[in-house]
């Protein structure tokens, strides 16, 4: 990029934002994406994450402002449902505060007082920095009692194993909304949903999922969309953690040159300056 020989750069790493910025010739482009970051939590399986009170401990016991500073400089936002501030019918309930000593009175309550252990899967070479992050996480676990033990793949059986449900405890992803609709992600947690199921909505949880999903009046149909999401991160069905800033670096001679919060990269109307 510095040499001239590409225009733009994909998925420029954090670290080399300051070098982008500070040289006369390039410039930094950063669009929110719509992939939502989090820990999936196998609650149909894990006996400890059947229980409620534990999956909100995780999610009490982990830093995320500290991670998103300290590894991502601080750009994006936090998560705190199933689906991102930028796609249709979703609301912001509100985030799990981070307090570890509370983390580890709901674990005592839940009759995990002495701990327990799980195993953390993580793709290789999939999102900037995720392998890092799952162990800073894991590091956040352990301090509550949960020794977590991390686990890598590389993506293709990754993946696969993602979507069929087969991971042990829980594990990393990021989903990218391919509906623009929070029903994008609402809908996995019917219990029949064929992929990515982790966790099986029940009692009025899922009447209202259902009800969302065969809504067409818009109104309705943002009412139910805040109730599910809300339901949803009440049951702490993921360790939610984010929504990153895409980061490109881009020669000053590109003009017009732009990114979907979807990661569609817009480039009809780009061109480069002679």
């Known amino acids: 990029l ?9 998925n420029l790493p954090f670290p080399l934002v300051p070098t982008v910025e500070g040289d006369a010739n390039l410039r930094l ?20 994450l ?27 936002q936090f998560l705190n449902t199933v689906t991102g501030k930028n796609v249709a019918n979703t609301i912001d309930p509100g985030p799990y505060p981070y307090d570890p000593a509370r983390a580890k009175a709901l674990l005592a309550e839940a009759g995990f007082g002495q701990g327990f252990e799980l ?18 996480i894991a590091g956040y676990w352990d301090k509550v009692g949960v020794k977590t033990k991390v686990q890598v793949l590389e993506w293709a059986e990754y993946n696969k194993r993602s979507a069929a449900s087969t991971h042990k405890d829980c594990f990393y992803y990021a989903f990218i909304n391919g509906t623009w609709d929070a029903s994008y992600t609402v809908q996995r947690f019917k219990p ?3 992929t990515f199921r982790y966790f099986d909505a029940s009692g009025d949880l899922l009447k209202t999922i259902e009800e969302y999903e065969r809504t067409f009046d818009p ?22 953690l984010w929504q990153l800033d895409e980061l490109f670096g881009v020669s000053r001679k590109v003009k017009g040159f732009k990114m979907r919060p979807d990661n569609f990269l817009w480039v009809r109307d780009t ?3 002679a």
């Open 2 to 10: 510095q040499r001239g020989d590409v225009d733009v750069m994909l």
């Open 119 to 136: 195993t953390m899967w993580q793709s290789i070479g999939r999102w900037v920095l995720a392998e890092e992050t799952a162990q800073v």
């Open 29 to 48: 482009y950063s669009e929110l994406s719509s992939l939502t970051h989090g820990i999936l939590l196998n609650a149909r399986e894990s006996a400890p």
């Open 271 to 273: 061109y480069v300056e």
């Open 192 to 194: 029949t949903f064929q």
């Open 219 to 240: 109104k309705k149909r943002k009412e139910l969309g805040a109730k599910a999401l809300t339901g949803l991160h009440d049951e702490a069905v993921w360790l939610f």
């Open 50 to 76: 059947k229980d409620r009170r534990v999956r909100q401990a995780l999610n009490m016991a982990v830093d995320r402002a500290a991670i998103l500073k300290g590894l991502y400089s601080g750009r994006g």
